[in-house]
């Protein structure tokens, strides 16, 4: 969870990059993943959002960069999201 | 779709009010802008010198405040509102019962001051009232819970604090068209006039633009500290416009109130500047620069206050620091954002049931919105030269024009509901492969 004010944790794994905007004030978890989504560009690398609440006007914003997203199973305060390059 | 991606989007969409609830507010807002534009048309001859009073021009300038500018109000806050203060609104009904007093109200209060019938003014006056009441129980209750964003949230109580206010002095007027005297009419109109529009509408606009703004450049979250600071500047300036109106000092503590103003104001653009200059997206079309033109009249309505209030005033200054402050900046404002919203809102539903919704822009259309941009602006101008000139033949054809510019709007609305409702293969973005 990140203090409110702070920048978001960042982190690689084997399922891609991940992002950590749980305790952002709006808009900064959008602002945080676009701008990740945007550094991915076209190299088509999966995005891991972990947030704690539906991010209901990110995806707007994904379908105009061409990208998707797919919540993940994760526990009952937190909501994942696998974002990826549409087909 | 798979399974995940379906629970996905039920869960995030279980925290939107369903789209007939926002949109029926957009929609009629959409009507009654037309409508606006007409009865200016039809009072276009009392437009350059109009300091108040029954006829069209009134009912024009309520169709605009309560049926475009608080219809849009309550339409965007409600939608927009739990993003900010992370507490859903937990009732369909009231929004919906809200509208279906609302909508007939203004209607009646803009037939009533247009064809001078005190007892139907009075009657959509009640209506109006008892609307706007609910919808503060319904915002104060979403803000009680409120987590987060304390600047957004602060602005908004304002507001609605404001609005209440503004209900007491419009009871007011209403009672002295009917014959019972409430509250000596001058002063009940300068309450009326600050209240409504730097108070309620103004610091709505001003609160949710630290939400709006930012989202749309893609930047970081203005200060929070200044943000408050701007608000709180801009309530103590209220009050103080307040108490000048009802009579304690009225000069100083009018000066007063325009200095606060301008300070609040200051630190409100300063935070947009610097938003849209650190955001990810420069380029935000024409929909900005009706934004950018919305707060130049701001501040020009402040100048021309203090224009008045110096005794700098012609017969035409109450006129254009009306259209300055409703047409200029309010309006103009609004529609800026409306154009930019509306489509986002749209794709956000439609999106209900797949992994990718369709695109904000494939929803929109350019062509209406650019034939309202141009007709919206030259309306405005034409009124202004015709207030400068007191020429009511100007004051029609900037009123037919701008009639021009609504219709064009009303297009643009009624094609996005379309492509919203339409099927799936009329839009490009839904494509089976990205389901």
Request: aromatic share 6%; charged share 10%; proline share 7%.
């Amino acid at each position: 969870m990140n203090a409110p004010g702070a920048k978001p944790r960042r982190w690689r794994d084997a399922e891609g990059e991940h992002i950590d905007v749980r305790g952002l004030p709006p808009p900064q978890p959008l602002v945080e993943i676009l701008r990740l989504v945007h550094e991915q560009g076209s190299a088509g690398s999966t995005v891991i959002v972990h947030h704690d609440r539906d991010p209901l006007m990110l995806h707007p914003e994904l379908a105009a960069m061409g990208w998707s997203a797919e919540r993940l199973p994760a526990g009952p305060d937190e909501v994942v999201l696998r974002l990826e390059l549409a087909p | 779709m798979t399974p995940a991606a379906g629970a996905f989007l039920s869960g995030a969409t279980s925290r939107l009010l369903p789209m007939s609830i926002p949109f029926r507010f957009f929609g009629a807002a959409v009507a009654f802008h037309l409508c606006a534009w007409l009865a200016l048309l039809a009072g276009a001859d009392r437009v350059p010198r109009f300091s108040g009073g029954p006829g069209w021009t009134l009912a024009a300038l309520h169709l605009v405040t309560l049926g475009v500018l608080a219809m849009s109000a309550i339409g965007a806050s409600l939608q927009l509102l739990p993003v900010a203060t992370r507490q859903p609104v937990r009732s369909t009904r009231w929004p919906a019962a809200i509208w279906w007093l609302y909508t007939p109200g203004v209607a009646a209060l803009a037939l009533g001051m247009g064809r001078v019938v005190p007892g139907l003014l009075g009657a959509g006056a009640a209506a109006v009232v008892l609307a706007l009441i609910g919808y503060t129980v319904l915002v104060a209750v979403n803000l009680r819970g409120a987590r987060g964003m304390p600047a957004v949230v602060a602005h908004v109580w304002g507001a609605m604090g404001a609005l209440l206010l503004t209900l007491a002095t419009a009871l007011a007027l209403v009672g002295n068209y009917l014959g019972l005297s409430l509250l000596d009419h001058g002063t009940a109109l300068s309450l009326h006039i600050a209240l409504a529009a730097y108070g309620f509408m103004g610091l709505l606009a001003l609160g949710l633009s630290y939400v709006l703004v930012p989202m749309f450049a893609l930047a970081a979250a203005p200060d929070e500290r200044q943000a408050l600071a701007s608000g709180v500047l801009a309530v103590v300036a209220l009050a103080a416009a307040a108490m000048a109106a009802l009579g304690g000092a009225p000069q100083p503590l009018r000066l007063a109130a325009l200095a606060l103003g301008g300070v609040a104001a200051a630190v409100h653009l300063r935070l947009m500047r610097q938003a849209l200059r650190s955001g990810m997206r420069r380029e935000l079309g024409r929909s900005f620069t009706l934004v950018r033109i919305g707060w130049a009249a701001m501040v020009a309505s402040l100048a021309v206050a203090l224009a008045m209030a110096l005794g700098a005033g012609w017969a035409g200054a109450p006129a254009l620091f009306g259209l300055t402050l409703v047409g200029g900046w309010l309006l103009t404002f609004l529609l800026g954002l409306l154009q930019r919203i509306l489509p986002f809102l749209a794709s956000m539903h439609a999106g209900q049931g797949r992994r990718r919704p369709p695109t904000p822009s494939s929803l929109s259309s350019e062509r209406p919105l650019a034939v309202h941009f141009f007709c919206h602006l030259a309306a405005l101008a034409g009124l202004a030269l015709a207030i400068v000139t007191d020429n009511s033949a100007l004051a029609a054809m900037a009123a037919t024009v701008g009639a021009v510019g609504a219709a064009a709007f009303a297009v643009f609305f009624v094609t996005l509901i379309r492509r919203t409702r339409g099927p799936s293969k009329a839009l490009p973005t839904r494509a089976p492969s990205g389901s």
